[in-house]
């Protein structure tokens, strides 16, 4: 999203030059909290010890709320088997005492085949990974080790588009773009209040949060002193004007109008603008 968003801002703007750096969440904390970056997207919220590093570092900030995404569960489409899977079985098979344990597809569930289980899944330094291992194993940072990682879906969509035998998980984002290629397996929290049983994510039950609890907020942290520099506070108020157009096109789900203008008016406050009516 804030590619896209960079390169229509720079056509209008020419003389701006804005560099955008890829990093996993973590990597890209490490870098705003040592006055690095003024600016850092994040797939989640900073935790104590990064705001820790920013307070000794003199930066205050502001999380702005830009977008939701949902966290797919994929298998390849040569997988006939997995048709739903609960949430007490994502844990049973991605906590830490799994590893050199849960290998084979049936120790998940005794019908599935006895056949190894291939997994894919976020890089320890990504904001996905911190929130797939809070919601599903209990504990941020807490998983197995044994499994395929990295910070680029794009490597994840290859390995589980290829291997029968696999399972992942990654932005929906991703899922969309490359349709046909990847099934996606409905999760069913264990919460059957609704009576709907395993939900697909989509951009309704994203936006209504009934995929749970794979649903998060994507934001943008803003570091204040450079916030109410003109060139940047231009930026971030077109970034996000332009976010919910953005946000559909690139597969993620755009906040409602409500709460896009809140968060807009939260930024103009922050960043001493004076609001216009």
Known sequence: MTEAIVEEYTKNQPDQKITVGVSGTGGGFQKFCRNEAPIINASRTITNTERTQCQQHAIEFLPVEVAYDGLAIVVNPANTWAKSITVAELRRLWEPAAQGKINRWNQVRPDWPDAEIHLFGAGVA????????????????????????SENDNVLVQ????????????GLAYVDENKGRLKIVPVDDGNDQNGKGPISPTIETVRNKTYAP???PLFLYINQKA??????????????????RLAQEAGYVPLSKSESDRQRAQFEQFAGITPIH
């Not at 209990?138 to 499994?147: E, L, M, T, V």
């Not at 390995?159 to 990654?170: E, I, Q, S």
């Open 214 to 216: 794979l649903t998060r």
């Open 126 to 149: 990504s904001g996905t990974y911190d929130y797939f291992t809070q919601v599903i194993v209990g504990k941020q940072h807490a998983s197995r080790g044994d499994y395929t990682a």
């Open 159 to 170: 390995g589980v588009a290829t291997d029968r035998l696999a399972l992942g998980f990654f």
């Open 227 to 244: 916030a109410r520099q003109p060139a940047v506070r231009t930026f971030v108020t077109f970034y996000l004007q332009s976010i919910a």
